[in-house]
């Protein structure tokens, strides 16, 4: 069964730094698409950075030159990270792993994305 489970989100202070992990399981053939969102009580959902299976990334204008997507895959499963650093409190929000198995166009669109881990928190307070 093809699972993604979300973890590394916590508290932290205005310019300090966190780093998410998503396991993603049960993906027999590779996932083409993984991407991170994060989302706010209140508003949509905002696409914040995306991979590729050949390494190629984007990342929303807003975290561009902070934060930091990659991956890494054994045979049992692949890792996907977001590396933040220099945490504004408008990062503060739930963060989510999303993925796709069959395609990549490195977009933020919800619909492109089948696959959602559960979510983890991330505050940033001063």
């Known amino acids: 069964q093809r699972q993604l489970v979300d973890s590394g989100g916590g508290s932290v202070q205005v310019g300090g730094s966190l780093r998410l992990s998503c396991v993603a399981s049960g993906y027999t053939y590779g996932l083409a698409c993984m991407a991170w969102f994060r989302q706010v009580p209140g508003k949509e959902r905002e696409g914040v950075a995306v991979s590729n299976s050949d390494g190629d990334t984007d990342y929303a204008d807003a975290v561009d030159g902070r934060f930091t997507i990659t991956r890494t895959r054994d045979a049992a499963k692949t890792t996907l990270y977001l590396e933040m650093n220099n945490l504004k409190s408008e990062d503060s929000a739930m963060y989510y792993c999303?993925?796709?198995?069959?395609?990549?166009?490195?977009?933020?669109?919800?619909?492109?994305?089948?696959?959602w881990g559960q979510g983890t928190q991330v505050t940033v307070s001063s």
């Open positions: 999303a993925a796709n198995s069959a395609y990549c166009l490195l977009s933020f669109k919800l619909s492109h994305y089948p696959d």
